[in-house]
């Protein structure tokens, strides 16, 4: 099956067919930074970091960047209000960022362009358009001339009257139509800004001047001078259709003449779910003013990195994502299920389930009885289906429910045949390919790529934890030895109130924080 993803700008799935052949280009619009990331930042990352490793097990050769906002309004009002300066502000403030893509697992960036390392491109990029006509100058700050794009609003379908409604920027005086935006802002006395060829003339002619860029040339201007003029793919939350990704279609292709970007992909928003007073669930958008913001550095802090990235995957990306507690809880519970089921297999086995392909010519020649052909089919159909998903608009949801199915399959073959007893050495085998599809097939996404360490689990230092439920499991046994059995229930009970499930084996009792 081919790849499509739905394209934003045609309202319709197609099949993916890049400009260059074997080659992918991505650009994804990354933070403002100003204050500390939240979660909504970390889904784009998330998502096309698997995106990305997904189409390099297809074969292609990717390119992906994320850009950073360095110089904008926003930063610069923040960094006045906290009295420091606007670069040191950023630099803080990204390296958070970056701290907390690398605990989520966000390793196949390419490059993290800062705007303020590409003011020489955007300064000729806003020339290049103001050559052709379609941008101007008042008073130092400089205008890009919608009338001057004849598709303008082919991505959001919106008018161009109504331009001026979500923009980051002030109307203005002197803008030839309401809906123009900002390429180049000057710089008031003291403010931070670069030399330029606007703003210094008298009357606001032309001449030497300093100023900023505006928002949106700041995504063309990287984009294609590390991507090309015309490249594969624009990624960015859906909050961004409009003006952003409209205006840097505007400027862009009326600059070169050329298609801007191929594939417009937008994933859904952030939403935090709460329960009312009547015991309802509702869910509203994640945002300042409302003052539910769920910062990255806390939700690292009190979950497991890998509990984040499963959660954050287990929806398709262009539903919008529902956050709650709860909702984390949930999806670490099903993690940790898949988890234990490959362990189980690791300790039946004896061999390793991560890091190693799955082997179709080892699993064909397993067992020949009706279950072991029975879970043959399952695997090998796991893995048609698994990928049909992920070529169907990237739908890591589908993907994840079939690594469940699998690992239940694998589980209730491993108790019909009583593996955890000496058992068929083919028997054996069989499982452990099955768990080995499950971890080849996570990998494509950046999931199950090793066990899960004891800290990620949340229940705190590994040496210090293993030791206390070796005495906690001795006591509990040597209860049921003394017929102590409420003692034994009271131990299990307890730690089942700590999310810590007991599974009492043939080999003895093993442990599993949920």
């Keep these: 099956m081919s790849l499509r993803i739905y394209n934003t700008l045609t309202r319709q799935k197609e099949t993916f067919e890049p400009v260059v052949p074997g080659k992918v280009g991505i650009y994804l619009c990354g933070p403002t930074v100003y204050k500390d990331s939240h979660i909504g930042h970390a889904v784009g990352p998330v998502i096309f970091d698997a995106f990305k490793k997904y189409l390099t097990y297809k074969g292609y050769k990717v390119r992906l960047i994320i850009n950073v906002t360095d110089v904008d309004d926003k930063i610069i009002i923040e960094s006045q209000r906290l009295g420091i300066p606007m670069e040191e502000l950023a630099r803080q403030v990204s390296v958070g960022y970056f701290e907390a893509m690398e605990k989520l697992g966000v390793d196949s960036i390419d490059e993290y362009p800062r705007a303020t390392e590409y003011i020489e491109q955007i300064i000729n990029l806003v020339q290049r358009l103001g050559e052709n006509g379609a941008a101007y100058e008042v008073d130092g700050d400089v205008y890009f001339d919608i009338s001057r794009c004849k598709d303008y609003g082919k991505l959001s379908h919106r008018k161009p009257e109504d331009q001026i409604e979500g923009s980051r920027e002030l109307a203005g005086n002197g803008k030839r139509n309401p809906g123009d935006f900002a390429l180049w802002k000057k710089s008031a006395e003291g403010e931070v800004g670069w030399d330029c060829p606007w703003g210094g003339g008298q009357d606001g002619g032309s001449g030497q001047g300093r100023g900023r860029p505006g928002w949106h040339i700041e995504c063309s201007a990287m984009s294609m001078e590390l991507l090309g003029e015309t490249f594969d793919i624009h990624g960015g939350g859906l909050d961004l259709i409009f003006p952003h990704h409209e205006n840097e279609i505007a400027q862009s292709e009326t600059a070169t003449g050329k298609t801007f970007a191929k594939y417009w992909m937008h994933n859904g928003l952030t939403r935090i779910k709460t329960k009312q007073t009547g015991g309802e669930w509702s869910a509203e958008k994640m945002s300042k003013s409302l003052g539910n913001i769920r910062l990255l550095k806390e939700l690292l802090a009190e979950y ?211």
């Excluded at 709650?324 to 670490?332: K, L």
Aim: aromatic share 6%; charged share 30%; net charge negative.
């Design 304 to 514: 497991p990195p890998a509990v984040i990235r499963f959660f954050l995957l287990s929806t398709h990306y262009r539903r919008p994502i529902d956050f709650s507690d709860e909702a984390i809880e949930a999806t670490q519970k099903g993690m940790m299920n898949i988890y234990r089921s490959l362990d189980r297999v690791l300790r039946i086995t004896g061999e390793n389930v991560y890091g190693v392909d799955f082997d179709p010519t080892k699993a064909q020649q397993l067992g020949q009885s009706d279950p072991d052909r029975q879970l043959h089919e399952i695997i090998t159909q796991s893995q048609v289906r698994f990928l049909e998903s992920l070529d169907d608009d990237f739908n890591t949801a589908g993907a994840i429910a079939v690594l469940f199915e699998l690992c239940g399959a694998i589980n209730r073959y491993i108790d019909e045949q009583k593996l955890e007893r000496p058992g068929s050495p083919e028997a054996k085998r069989l499982v452990l390919e099955g768990a080995r599809m499950v971890t080849t097939l996570s990998r494509t996404i950046g999931l199950f790529e090793g066990p899960l360490k004891t800290d990620d689990t949340g229940v705190g230092d590994e040496t210090l934890t293993g030791k206390l439920m070796e005495l906690l499991i001795e006591l509990r046994a040597q209860a049921r030895r003394d017929k102590n059995f409420a003692l034994a229930d009271t131990i299990r009970d307890k730690l089942k109130d700590l999310d810590i499930t007991l599974e009492d084996r043939l080999d003895g009792t093993a442990w599993q924080k949920d």
